[in-house]
């Protein structure tokens, strides 16, 4: 049984930075791949970012590339999704979610746990 527990939203002006921790309890995070998601306004959960559980292999949706990057502290137990030039479109209640396995995957139907959400706001 794996809780995660998000962390770090708020609300931002366009051009802002945020940075999203996801705290996991039990001494096993580090077989887990985890994954951000997130989910906006009138729209569907949609995949943002993941890692392997080692953290050598990461994905990320191409409407964040090269403007979010996930890490991750086996030692800590923590997830992080640091977002750089924020822009209104990524106004969204954002999930971490963890599952079992080497491999993360941008189906939100194969994580297995999940965060309660934190608020991302971006003014414009």
């Known amino acids: 049984q794996v809780q995660l527990v998000e962390s770090g939203g708020g609300l931002v002006q366009a051009g802002g930075s945020l940075r999203l921790s996801c705290a996991a309890s039990g001494r096993t995070f580090s077989s887990y791949a985890m994954g951000w998601f997130r989910q906006g306004p009138g729209k569907e959960r949609e995949f943002v970012a993941a890692?392997?559980?080692?953290?050598?292999?990461?994905g990320y949706a191409d409407s964040v590339k090269g403007r979010f990057t996930i890490s991750r502290d086996n030692a800590k137990n923590t997830v992080y999704l640091q977002m750089n030039s924020l822009k209104p479109e990524d106004t969204a209640v954002y999930y971490c979610?963890?599952?079992?396995?080497?491999?993360?995957?941008?189906?939100?139907?194969?994580?297995?746990?999940w965060g309660q959400g934190t608020q991302v706001t971006v003014s414009s």
């Open positions: 890692m392997s559980r080692s953290g050598g292999n990461t």
């Open positions: 979610a963890a599952r079992f396995g080497s491999s993360w995957y941008r189906e939100a139907s194969t994580y297995n746990y």
